[in-house]
Structure formats: structure tokens, C-alpha cells
């Protein structure tokens, strides 16, 4: 009988991988946050978490979906910044300088609002800070987190 954290080890080693490959950048922390860059629901399949629509199998899913979560937000996972993202679809640096200059040579981006590490994420047509955990500014908001 497999349990639901070993369900979640393989996800999460799975999702390590995926990371490293450059198909998922490492600022996702929450297994929904998987759905804007992949089918997430192919990692539930790949660990063979059983599922067929009974209410039973519907528990587990939702269990393992949490723990995976757990561990993605945990407080020492890595996020991707300057010089340390594997995400080809991540610009974490810009080629416009503080007063708005155009400069020769890209440098790290940073929020032009809050001075804090920032990236552009293609997928999403969105910047955001670095840092999942920062707080959003005047220019960068998050949007609500699933219920
Ligand atoms: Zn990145
Ligand atoms: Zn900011």
C-alpha cells in the first residue's frame, strides 16, 4: 500500500527533474501554480496515484496534491533568480537602466518599484519578483491564490 508521501517524494523528484530540464521554473509553489507551465496532472499518473472517480481515490489525490504543495512552499526551497534560472522562458535581467537609459549590456533586473530581484516570466506575460514570499508592491500583485 502506497502512501500518500511516497506518491509525493516521486512527484516531487519528478518536478526536481523538470526543474533542472528547464520545463518548470523553480519559483512554482504550489502543485495548481504546475498547471500554467505543464499538465500536471501527467505527474499524478507517472507516480501511479490510483484515481477512478470514487470519493475514496479523490481523497488521495487531493492529499497528495496538498503534500506536494507542502513541500514545494516550504521555507528552504530554492527560487530562481539572476545567474541561477534553468527556465528558458525566464528574463531575469533588462537592458534599461535606473533613469531609464538604454544600456549596453543587460544587468540582474530588479522591481523598478520595490528594488527588489525581479524577472519577466513569458508563460505568464507577467513580472514578478524573484522571491515567492516577498511582499507584493505597487507594481507587481500576485493574483489571488486559489481556494
Ligand atoms: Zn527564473
Ligand atoms: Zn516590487
Known amino acids: 500500500m502506497t502512501d500518500v508521501h511516497t506518491y509525493a517524494d516521486l512527484i516531487t523528484a519528478e518536478i526536481d527533474g523538470d526543474i533542472a530540464e528547464g520545463a518548470l521554473p523553480a519559483r512554482v509553489r504550489t502543485f495548481g501554480e504546475l498547471h500554467d507551465y505543464v499538465d500536471a496532472n501527467d505527474y499524478l499518473i507517472a507516480a501511479q496515484v490510483p484515481y477512478d472517480g470514487t470519493p475514496a481515490t479523490i481523497d488521495v489525490v487531493v492529499a497528495v496534491q496538498d503534500e506536494v504543495t507542502r513541500r514545494l512552499s516550504g521555507p528552504g526551497r530554492p527560487y ?43 508563460k505568464l506575460h507577467r513580472y514578478r519578483h524573484d522571491d515567492p514570499s516577498a511582499a507584493d508592491c505597487f507594481l507587481i500583485h500576485e493574483p489571488n491564490p486559489p481556494s
Open 80 to 122: 530562481c533568480t539572476y545567474g541561477a534560472c534553468t527556465y528558458p522562458r525566464h528574463d531575469h535581467t533588462t537592458s534599461i537602466g535606473a533613469d531609464g537609459e538604454d544600456l549596453q549590456a543587460p544587468v540582474p533586473m530588479r522591481c523598478r518599484h520595490c528594488q527588489q530581484p525581479s524577472h519577466y516570466d513569458e
